[in-house]
Structure formats: structure tokens, C-alpha cells
């Protein structure tokens, strides 16, 4: 891979690069949970130490310390790490706050190195010698270490709430399972189970023997209170004729069968408030740094923090075309004697190409009732690539490629996303 012209090194700068480098000690890290492994190489590839240091700060002075012992005076040394956004960040961190030169290596260029040999192995010592044999043939090419905690948190909150999300959906599931035993006609009675109603109805009548000398007043009255007055009597007496219509359910183990359901409902409750609080920590930390992208239709403060955790600070991206890349939307080209295609790309940050895939998903749905566009611009877009040729599945990666230009220009400037203004003024009529 070369390097584009503008930052090319002239042969003059590169012959100085390389006599700095004669100078230069290449530590790579191989990181870990609990133990980080690093090996010392210098420009020749060859070894003069390797370390093995506990994940805690307490260890990170010595590390230090280690390396310059093994260096000589006129050496000064590079750190490469191979995880700088998981187990490696506090170290990275410390390595920045001592002034020492920290650059970030792709996992994947340590991979290659390690396929370069005719002997295939793995070990923690050869995973931090490749990452150090990387930061020795590509180091001008390697973006520095950028500690930037604001968004390291986001991807923090931003990956917790997805773990909560789907620990609440296996609980709904579990709740769904319990209630065809105890109320076979329960999704008659609200089209959400674990909605603030709903769970309040499971919560205090567990089981249908709870309603026996309920009436159908009292009931609603139940149902008025935490519904904020939507459900009427009507509603109440249709539950009653349900649990009539349904039979006496089984008698044995009713008290364990209801003490089931109050735990998964207590359980949904706090998942729920949990959920909240993440939302409102991710939109004040959007806010922080001036984030537009909830301006986009279908994209609400879930999608802008998961776009901004991946992404990151955009201001590594040098254009839409690299984050395209980043994200494995833009094409490749594979050809060979004058002849060659472009290709769907299956490499990239898969996490980012699925939340753009989603959007374009968003973009390209109608309103159920009348069946318009929800973004007009988009839907026209889509159709004139089908009208130009392309396979339904070449129009959509047109749709996300074109929704990275505007995700990367609305991070880049900070403003909002806005329709043109026919398709606006048609979408207010």
C-alpha cells in the first residue's frame, strides 16, 4: 500500500527517516485481561527484551524502567499497541501521560505479519514480536495513540445498554412462557406485556385466582390508575371474559408459579429504569460535544451514541471515503492483467457497517397508513440507482455509502441534517 503523494516523503526525508530509525527500540504490547506481554526489538529485528507485567498501574512504572535498561543511550523507544480501545487503554494512557511515543496497531496488520512466515504459530511473545515487526517496517504509516476518554465512555455506556437490551429481551421471553400457563388469552389484554400497565396487572394478579372477587369497576379502576386513565371498562371487562373463557388453569404450584412471574416483572422494571438512566447520560454526553446526527430521519440518541462510539473523533478521518472504508462499505477492487472488478467488501468495523445498514434500512421504510416515504430524498435516490441498472442489493450500498457523506459531514461540521427544500415543503403538505 502506498502512501498518497501529498504525504509522501521526499528521498531526502526518507533517507533522514531511516537513520532516525536506526535510533528508534520497538516495544510491542500484546494485551490482555489480567497480563500484558512486551518485546523490545530494535531496527535490525533484533530481540533485546521481552516483558511480561501485570493489567494494574501499580506495574506500569517498572515497564518502563525494564525498557530503558535494555536500551542503549541513544535509542529512544516507540510503543506499538495491538488493542488500544480494550485491556490496553489505561496502559496507553500512562504511556501518553509520561511523554513517552505510543501508536496504535491494527490487530490485522499483526495477523499478516504473523501469515508472512513459513512456520504459522501463536503465543503471546510472537503476537507482540509481529506487533513490533509492524511499527519497524510501517511506522510513519501507524496513527499515533489518542487517548480521547469522552468517547471511550460513550462506548462503554453505549455497549452496556446493549447487554442490558438483550438481557430484558430474554426476560420478556421468560415471561411470555409463564403466562401461557397462567393467562392463555394474555395477549388479548395488552399488546405489550412489559408495558407500565401490563407489568402492573402481572404484579399485583399473578395468577387468575387474584381476580376471583374482583369486579369489573374495581378492575378498571386498577387499570385507570397506572395507565394515566387509557384504559376504560371496557378493557377490564373483556380480561374478565378472557379468564372465564379460559378455565380454571392448573392448581398445583400456584404460589411458586406466581412467585416466578413477580420476580421477572421486578426484573423488567429494573432493566427498564436502567435503560433510562443510560439514555440520559449517552444524550447529556451527545450534547457535549454538539452532536447533530439525531437530526436524521429514523436515527434517535441510541443510533447517534453507537455512530459516535464507533466512529469516534472524526477528525481521524482524513474524508468520507476513509470512513467508508473503515466502516467496509466502499467497494475493493481485485483485477489482474488489465482486467479486474469491484467487489462488496467484507472487511472493516462490522459493528459500524451494521448500525449504517440499519439506518439505510430506517431511510428506505414507509409510514404504514399512507405509505409514504419517512425520507423522500432517499427513496428517490434508491429507485433512480434500480432505474440506472443496479441489483436491489447494489442500490442499498449506494444508500449507506451516501448516508457515511452525511454522517461524516454532520460530525465534521456539527450541524444538522436537513432535507432540500421541495422534498421539505412536500413532506409539511
Known sequence: MSLPAEVRPSPKERESLQ?????????????HKSQHTAVILNYWNEKLGEIQFDNTPAAFPKVLAKVQSCLEPDMKAVYGLEDTGGYGWAFGLYLIQSNQWVKSVNPAFASEKRKGFPTVHKSDSWDAECVARVMRDDLNRLPDFKPDEHYWVMRQLSTRRSGIVKSLSAVIRQLHVQLSYTYPSYRRYFSEIDGKTALAFWRTFPSPRHLEKVTAERLAEFLRKHSNNACSTKKAEQILRCIEADGQASVHYVEEKELVIRSLVKQIRYYLKEI?????????????????????????????????????????????????????????????????????????????????????????????????????????????????????RQAFICVMR???????????????????????RAENE
Do not use: W
Open 276 to 392: 433510562t438512566e443510560f439514555d440520559a447520560k449517552l444524550r447529556d454526553m451527545l450534547e457535549q460535544i454538539g452532536c447533530q446526527l439525531h437530526t436524521i430521519t429514523g436515527v434517535d440518541v441510541v443510533t447517534s451514541a453507537e455512530l459516535v462510539a464507533e466512529i469516534g473523533d472524526v477528525s481521524r478521518f482524513a474524508n468520507a471515503d476513509k470512513l467508508a472504508r473503515y466502516a467496509g462499505i466502499a467497494p475493493i477492487f481485485a483485477g489482474s492483467g488489465g482486467k479486474g472488478k469491484y467487489y462488496k467488501s467484507k472487511q472493516g468495523d462490522r459493528s459500524l457497517h451494521s448500525i449504517f445498514m440499519s439506518l439505510a434500512i430506517r431511510q428506505l421504510a414507509v409510514h404504514r397508513g399512507t405509505k409514504t416515504p419517512r425520507n423522500p430524498l432517499f427513496h428517490e435516490y434508491f429507485h433512480r440507482k434500480l432505474s440506472e441498472g443496479k441489483t436491489k
Open 402 to 424: 451516501r448516508l457515511v457523506n452525511i454522517v461524516y459531514g454532520i460530525l465534521k461540521s456539527k450541524t444538522a441534517y436537513r432535507l432540500p427544500e421541495p422534498l421539505r
Open 19 to 31: 537513520k532516525q530509525q536506526l535510533h528508534y527500540a520497538y516495544v510491542g504490547v500484546d494485551l
